[in-house]
């Protein structure tokens, strides 16, 4: 097997695919109860909230919104890369999506605080994972993916939406 074919066999990380977890539905109901849990303000569960918002993002994906959202990304990460072109030589293909995933790792593991940043990560992440290029690109992907899919299952089983 030549090398373009085995590039060919790799999943194309520059469209959304990440809509095959999580449906529209599931999404809506997740951000729901995402918004619930920021306005009355459940203090005990917020990673709780930070992956509704997660899964409700991903399931977005798959919306018309969600691909008006992930053009604005797209645009972002054109505008970042032909700005780091023309200074470094070269364009950085997927910061937005790695200081997203950085952001919301440090918040959690590290620091342990949820907060406007934190949700913001958690928002923007899923809309630009897409974009991180070769083996970490996939490895993020799948973990979002993964996250995504265990924490959707039980809402779409609990209100038996697809």
Same mark, same amino acid.
């Given at each position: 097997?030549? %090398?373009? $074919?085995?590039?060919?066999?790799?999943?194309?990380? /520059?469209?959304?695919?990440?809509?095959?977890?999580?449906?529209?539905?599931? *999404?809506?109901?997740?951000?729901?109860? &995402?918004? &619930?849990?920021?306005?009355?303000?459940? %203090?005990?569960?917020?990673?709780?909230?930070?992956?509704?918002?997660?899964?409700?993002?991903?399931?977005?994906?798959?919306?018309?919104?969600?691909?008006?959202?992930?053009?604005?990304?797209?645009? /972002?990460?054109?505008?970042?890369?032909?700005?780091?072109?023309?200074?470094?030589?070269? $364009?950085?293909?997927?910061?937005?999506?790695?200081?997203?995933?950085?952001?919301?790792?440090?918040?959690?593991?590290?620091? %342990?605080?949820?907060?406007?940043?934190?949700?913001?990560?958690?928002?923007?992440?899923?809309?630009?994972? $897409?974009?991180?290029? /070769?083996?970490?690109?996939?490895?993020?992907?799948? *973990?979002?993916?993964?996250?995504?899919?265990?924490?959707?299952?039980?809402?779409?089983?609990?209100?038996?939406? &697809?």
């Amino acid at each position: 097997m030549s %090398k373009f $074919a085995a590039t060919a066999a790799v999943q194309d990380f /520059g469209t959304p695919h990440l809509n095959q977890t999580v449906s529209g539905s599931v *999404a809506v109901v997740a951000l729901g109860l &995402a918004a &619930a849990i920021w306005i009355f303000g459940e %203090k005990h569960t917020p990673r709780l909230m930070v992956l509704l918002v997660l899964t409700g993002m991903t399931g977005l994906v798959s919306t018309p919104v969600g691909q008006w959202l992930r053009s604005i990304v797209d645009w /972002g990460n054109r505008a970042l890369g032909s700005l780091t072109a023309r200074w470094t030589g070269a $364009a950085v293909s997927g910061l937005i999506a790695v200081l997203a995933v950085y952001v919301l790792l440090v918040r959690l593991l590290r620091q %342990k605080t949820v907060d406007d940043w934190t949700l913001a990560a958690a928002a923007v992440a899923p809309l630009a994972v $897409a974009t991180i290029p /070769g083996p970490l690109g996939h490895a993020t992907y799948t *973990a979002l993916i993964g996250t995504a899919a265990v924490v959707g299952w039980p809402i779409g089983w609990a209100l038996n939406v &697809a």
